[in-house]
T-cell receptor, first 110, second 111 residues
């Protein structure tokens, strides 16, 4: 089955700086790559996604890049704010079934 | 729209007890999913239902059963709970396309 690895497991950044989270996947047939944000005690919430026919996608302060050849995709958050503190999960999808990374706990220091 | 709702929010069971976790969605989605979330392991797929009347195993189905009661509801049953099933359980539903929407979760402790 699909194996998704996510790094780093924890990330502490100064408010205003950028945060980058990286994921790799193993199944070349995976074709959809969402990123979820999870706040304490809540369910995961989709923040951005990218499909395999696209190399980069941006939504305000959040961007995702995909390198299909290397089976690698990344989340970039610019101008971080305290409300960006949360756990972030990457995932890879094949046939509408998601495989998740282990998560990155992001802390934004004021 | 309430989106995806789950009941109960919290549950404590003794080893060997049974229980059913309930999930409902009001978005008219065809597909529904059950995941479990354990520390340091992300979310893992237990079972899914591509459409009303169909269910399939995911990555970690052992010890669980599911029922797709109708298009709105998808329940997860633990017949004989074990401490290894202590986890947070999430239900999700999917519209046509790829995006899955998650419920708030059920935190289950098995003693």
């Amino acid at each position: 089955g699909e194996n998704v690895e996510q790094h780093p497991s924890t990330l502490s950044v100064q408010e205003g700086d950028s945060a980058v989270i990286k994921c790799t996947y193993s199944d070349s047939a995976s074709n959809y790559f969402p990123w979820y944000k999870q706040e304490l005690g809540k369910g995961p919430q989709l923040i951005i996604d990218i499909r395999s026919n696209v190399g980069e996608k941006k939504d305000q302060r959040i961007a995702v890049t995909l390198n299909k050849t290397a089976k690698h995709f990344s989340l970039h958050i610019t101008e971080t704010q305290p409300e960006d503190s949360a756990v972030y999960f990457c995932a890879a999808s094949r046939e509408y079934k998601l495989s998740f990374g282990a998560g990155t706990t992001v802390t934004v220091r004021a | 729209n309430a989106g995806v709702t789950q009941t109960p929010k919290f549950q404590v069971l003794k080893t060997g007890q049974s229980m059913t976790l309930q999930c409902a969605q009001d978005m008219n989605h065809n597909s529904m999913y059950w995941y479990r979330q354990d520390p340091g392991m992300g979310l893992r797929l237990i079972y899914y239902s591509a459409s009303e009347g169909t269910t399939d195993k995911g990555e970690v189905p052992n010890g669980y059963n599911v029922s797709r009661l109708n298009k709105r509801e998808f329940s997860l049953r633990l017949e004989s709970a074990a401490p290894s099933q202590t986890s947070v359980y999430f239900c999700a539903s999917r519209r046509e396309g790829d995006t899955q929407y998650f419920g708030p979760g059920t935190r289950l402790t098995v003693l």
